[in-house]
């Protein structure tokens, strides 16, 4: 038993509460365990900080306030960003091939799609009014710096005219009259040369059908001559442009590598520009990535905004309904400025806010109200039934070093996600991990002041809630018999292991056009491009070569082109480049493949529209371009083709051929999510284990605070796998999520048993005392937990909504396995002697406490009873513990 001190505080610091008793029954000095006096060390360190602390409230809140101030203005640094960098490394060799292929061809692309009437065709989109139109909508986009290159359909029809037509008006001698007679003195096939040779007869027959004077682009006559080949279907060299009978389109490449503000500006000047003009015998609609990631862009500024207000409104609700304490609101207010705190240092640290990180604000605000719920109810339990003549400082002195661990342990869960290949995962681990500390710190200081100043002003009466509905409810999930320990145990690992197996099954959705909302414009209108041309995106090739003139290197194109649309003609369904469009006006029916000649590709190239020029060729870096229409087939199927070219692709000596665009930006970004995302969560779990131990200096104690977790980690898996839920990047890295919270709650429990247990209590009682005692602040805590993540439900993102849905029912699995599953394995392994090791000088048996189903044992009841029998005046140790308590957890 140990000596009393006297009090440090100065009895004149509290008026009308002399020497800390004016409140029958509280003591003179904070409750404690029994051992040595407290209020020496660290404990006397407290006591003069909460007393400094809210005597000094008016300096606090100035502090406060320029800290605010100042760590506020980083928030006018947080970026919004929905670009690459958020999927691929800037160090990887795809991001750098993409940066190297939009610095030479432009950046992604916007299609203005021209659907026909019903009843009119191709021929039709021709009219006067339609080609001035053309050329107005060129001419405007073309003037703007952030436009790379515009290819309207009239753009490929004037290719096809200046490729057909000579300026002596012999036909023979235009360029495509060179390229085809070359074509068939090359064949060496007598029969395939012939049949060359009467196709083209052919064509010039249908060509001088026309009048020269008629051959102009709102002929009907003369378009169909451009448009459609010798059997009347569409040109396969043009096909790119004019997908379908009923359909066209118009493509806008962007500059590449813009910002990402500059880009959408880029999107909705092409969106405009079309929409405002009118088109005889059609309709257009207008969109792209470059239109999908503005209004993500969008959404993320106003959707932070969003989803903040509705968690602070929930959270309110919470505190207002189930926290029954004194200033029940106060948690949300320190939490707050925490957020403030966190997210201004994040943009200090230049973290980004993409759609990933965006769920942080949400996530933090109910951890963050989780742990300030823990600290405010334990000074009210102080204030209330240990009736702690400082009830702050008990407070803390018991829940700080609990609060040490479970923060240490939730940042290196946290931080297990810093081993992810995806950036933007690892934004959201350093956020998270950089947030939950200085929230803490927030939460401890802010609510140190106020509650200190608020006992010393007005101390808290006592009162007796551990048989509230709380309280009670926490009793009963706890009250499975010891007798379960052992098959809770074997379940959790088998609900591990099961969870394990079926983790591998789950599928991942990495399409971005899967995240956004799937009711919005933007998505209906790639939705339309897609069902009306079979195609909605592009794989890039960009070759370089010492001279993209050479036979060699053309011919190598050229091929390539061909043995790729032959083998994946489901995936790839045409190819756009300047050789495959002489190459595709080169062939005909039933005759030997024949490759167009570097001089071939050289006079298509001095046939060619501007626009056209600078889509296809960069004669000043020697590289050529060419671009596949992508089919809808899955994210992992174009990966197999993408990954199927780069092993394949043999270019002659000197050349390069690098795939490249936006499907290779997704197939980077599929490839670095799965690379190790389940280990991002054993991660976590070896983190923590480690820590605990180090912590805890006991393997059983450190093991036992897992247990739950380890079900909430593998029926997460299972209740994804049965569900059918594809998992986004958020939902699938939520086990670190998972394992940071149910960490938290399992360590809170172990160490507040350990305290109970050095008061003398049984096993079974202290985990009764500490579900009585701490049920209200666990319950709401874990609520607060769960509606952190359980707020993103109500956005309209996908990729937010289900990992809100998902990871808060993980939440709370994880939570509540805390509550259910750990008291009994706690006492049965207490009972064997391996979670409690009783010292020399720890009380004797357990006594009744002050109220009613209170316990308390030896010095603390006697402390009391001496004093109202007696009038003694020695003082009852604190109810919390401090680090010398705990050390030999």
């Known amino acids: 038993m140990s000596t ?14 002399p020497e800390h008793r004016s409140e029958p029954g509280r003591t003179s000095e904070p409750e404690h365990g029994s051992g040595p006096d407290r209020r020496s060390g660290p404990s006397a360190a407290l006591a003069r900080m909460v007393s400094t602390v809210s005597r000094r409230s008016g300096i606090v809140a100035v502090v406060a306030l320029l800290v605010t101030a100042a760590l506020g203005f980083g ?57 001035s139109q053309f050329r107005e909508l060129q001419a405007s986009l073309d003037a703007d710096d952030r436009i790379e290159s515009v290819i309207t359909p009239l753009t490929a029809l004037e290719f096809t005219n200046n490729l057909v037509t000579s300026p002596d008006g012999n036909p023979v001698n235009s360029p495509a009259g060179k390229i085809l007679l070359g074509a068939q003195r090359r064949d060496p096939d007598p029969v395939s040369a012939q049949r060359r040779l009467a196709d083209s007869v052919t064509t010039l027959r249908r060509m001088q059908a026309i009048p020269v004077a008629e051959r102009v682009y709102d002929n009907p006559a003369w378009v169909s001559f451009l448009l459609r080949d010798n059997t009347g279907a569409i040109r396969k060299s043009i096909k790119p442009f004019f997908p379908t009978e009923s359909t066209s389109q118009m493509v806008t490449r962007l500059r590449g590598n813009a910002s990402l503000t500059t880009e959408g500006q880029a999107a909705t000047l092409a969106e405009k520009a079309a929409s405002e003009r009118m088109f005889d015998n059609a309709t257009t609609m207008s969109t792209g990535a470059p239109a999908l990631l503005r209004d993500l862009n969008d959404y993320l500024r106003g959707g932070f905004v969003t989803l903040g207000g509705i968690s602070l409104a929930l959270m309110a609700g919470l505190l207002l309904v189930a926290f029954a304490v004194r200033w029940r609101l106060l948690p949300l207010g320190v939490v707050a400025v925490g957020l403030i705190w966190a997210f201004g240092l994040a943009g200090y640290a230049g973290v980004p806010l993409s759609v990933v990180t965006i769920s942080g604000l949400p ?19 102080e204030a209330q039934l240990a009736r702690a003549g400082h009830p702050v400082t008990a407070a803390l002195a018991g829940l700080l070093p609990a609060l040490s661990v479970a923060t240490v342990a939730a940042v290196l869960s946290f931080l297990a996600l810093e081993f992810s290949d995806v950036p933007m995962i690892r934004d959201f681990g350093t956020l998270l991990a950089l947030g939950l500390p200085v929230i803490v710190i927030a939460t401890i200081l802010f609510l140190t002041a106020s509650l200190g100043l608020r006992e010393r002003r007005r101390p808290t009466p006592p009162k007796d809630y551990t048989h509230g509905p709380l309280g009670r409810t926490v009793i009963t999930l706890g009250s499975l018999p010891r007798i379960t320990a052992l098959p809770l145990v074997a379940v959790s690992v088998a609900v591990f292991a099961v969870g394990i197996v079926t983790d591998g099954t789950l599928k991942i959705q990495t399409d971005p056009e899967k995240w956004v909302d799937q009711q919005g414009q933007v998505i209906k209108n790639i ?19 010492p001279n993209v003139f050479d036979d060699a290197t053309v011919a190598f194109l050229a091929e390539f082109a061909n043995t790729r649309l ?110 190790n995302r389940t280990q991002l969560t054993y991660f976590a779990l070896v983190g923590v284990l480690l820590m605990l131990l180090v912590w805890h200096r006991s393997i059983v104690r450190a093991v036992l605070s897992l247990v739950p977790v380890l079900i909430a980690v593998g029926l997460s898996s299972m209740i994804a796998w049965l569900v059918g839920v594809d998992l986004s990047p958020l939902t699938a890295v939520g086990g670190p999520l998972v394992i940071a919270l149910g960490s938290e709650f399992t360590t809170l429990l172990v160490l507040r048993h350990l305290e109970e247990r050095r008061r003398g209590l049984t096993p079974k009682e202290a985990v009764d005392q500490t579900a009585a005692r701490t049920g209200r602040a666990f319950v709401v805590s874990a609520l607060a937990a769960v509606i952190g993540v359980a707020v993103l439900a109500f956005s309209s993102l996908p990729l937010l909504r289900d990992f809100g849905l998902l990871v808060a029912l993980n939440v709370a699995i994880a939570l509540l396995s805390a509550l259910v599953v750990l008291p009994p394995l706690l006492i049965w392994a207490d009972e064997r002697g391996w979670v409690h090791q009783p010292r020399q000088d720890d009380p004797g048996p357990a006594v009744d406490r002050t109220g009613p189903g209170l316990r308390q044992h030896g010095d603390m009841w006697d402390a009391q009873e001496t004093r109202s029998k007696a009038g003694a005046s020695r003082p009852r140790p604190m109810a919390g513990g401090n680090r010398d308590e705990t050390s030999a957890v």
């Open 363 to 381: 996530v933090l605000l109910g951890v963050g109200i989780d742990f300030a719920v823990q600290l405010h109810s334990r000074v009210e339990e």
């Open 4 to 17: 009393p001190s006297p009090s440090t505080d100065d009895p004149a610091d509290h008026p009308g509460r």
């Open 566 to 675: 032959a083998k994946d003609p489901a995936d790839l369904l045409t190819a756009s480049s300047l050789v495959t469009t002489i190459s595709f006006m080169m062939e005909v029916p039933n005759t030997t493949v024949v490759l167009p000649t570097g001089q071939d590709v050289r006079l298509g190239y001095a046939a060619a529209p501007p626009d056209l020029q600078r889509a296809t060729v960069n004669l000043a870096h020697n590289a050529l371009n060419l671009v596949f229409r992508t089919g809808s087939g899955s994210l992992e199927r174009q990966a197999a083709i993408v990954d199927d070219i780069r092993d394949t692709v043999h270019p002659p000596q000197g050349v390069r051929a690098t795939p490249s665009g936006l499907v290779v930006v997704g197939t980077g970004l599929l490839e670095n999510f799965t690379k």
């Open 527 to 545: 939705n339309t491009l897609r069902a009306s041309t079979g195609s909605a995106s592009e794989l890039g090739i960009y070759v370089q070569s």
């Open 75 to 131: 928030t006018t640094r947080l970026e919004f960003t929905t670009g690459q960098d958020n999927y691929l490394n800037p160090d990887s060799q795809v991001a750098r091939d993409n940066v190297a292929y939009q610095s030479l061809f432009g950046g992604q692309a916007m299609v203005t799609l021209f659907t026909l009437d019903k009843g009119e065709r191709l021929e039709d989109l021709f009219t006067k009014r339609n080609i």
